[in-house]
């Protein structure tokens, strides 16, 4: 089955990147105008709108049973190939490619971390939301706080939040919200997406992988903290002490799409040796 998607916002339009940075990095597409920027806009402006506290609340309790498929690792990363990027139809290689690529670029940096590898492979699996019906403005895309009023860094916010709920009530429309000074974002409740349902998947089948790795997948489009610095009102210590990891994450992740795909076949058996140390076997989604 082929579940049509468009592009991950999160990748395909960073107006916070230097363009200069950017161009340095081969394949990295920053779009600033014409009509994928149109459909980018699109997607934040339904996010924008429909992410509210309930909403999300409702998502934890629709998927918190983990009851909609039962499989493997390797078998997540190869339904991966079963979504379509609909902003280029004719794209000749697999989605799940950008996870080995990543996976790969982290190992040829870190070669000693090898739980840092398999979240390379690991960081993109919530995607398939999207095979269970979920709208690409729950999937995909910068994440951010509900509950609390949106920071400056949150992508096109003073035009796309007009319609949100929450900014209307005020428990949810100050800075703090409904939270308290630095309660930690382990307390804080995100916007659903990929991100947040990886996290959710891991943490329910007991992955055995070091705290850096379950930063690493809940808040890699968390571009409004680990790129713009806002949200620190509701930082603990240890959320501090992992942001240098989920900005090295974020190296890879945006920066590993290149024209050299790598020969997966040959891969496989090492990413499987990691998927058996860390998340083995039958896993529930």
Known sequence: MKVT??????????PDVDPEVAKDKASF?????????????????????????????????????????????MEAVDLLDGLVDESDPDVDFPNSFHAFQTAEGIR????????????????????????????????VGDTFPVGCHPQASVVFRDSTFQNNPDLQDPRYST??????????????LMSWGHDE??????????????????YMIRFHSFYPWHTGSDYQQLCSQQDLAMLPWVQEFNKFDLYTKCPDLPDVDKLRPYYQGLIDKYCPGILSW
């Open 197 to 214: 349902y990886m996290y959710q998947v891991m943490k329910f089948n007991k992955f055995s992988l070091p705290p850096e790795a379950f």
């Open 108 to 139: 040829k940096a870190h070669p000693d971390k090898d739980w840092f590898h398999l979240v390379g492979l690991l960081h993109d699996l919530g995607k398939v939301l999207a095979l269970f019906g979920e709208p690409q403005w729950a999937v």
């Open 5 to 14: 998607v468009g592009p991950d916002p999160s990748l395909v339009y960073r």
């Open 29 to 73: 597409r920053n779009y600033t105008s014409g009509p994928l920027l149109d459909r980018v806009f699109t997607t934040y402006k339904l996010m924008h709108t429909h992410q509210t506290v309930d909403f999300v609340r409702s998502k934890h309790a629709q998927f918190g049973g983990f009851s909609y498929k039962k499989m493997t690792v």
């Open 175 to 188: 800075e703090l919200g409904m939270y308290q000074p630095h309660c930690g974002l382990d307390r804080v």
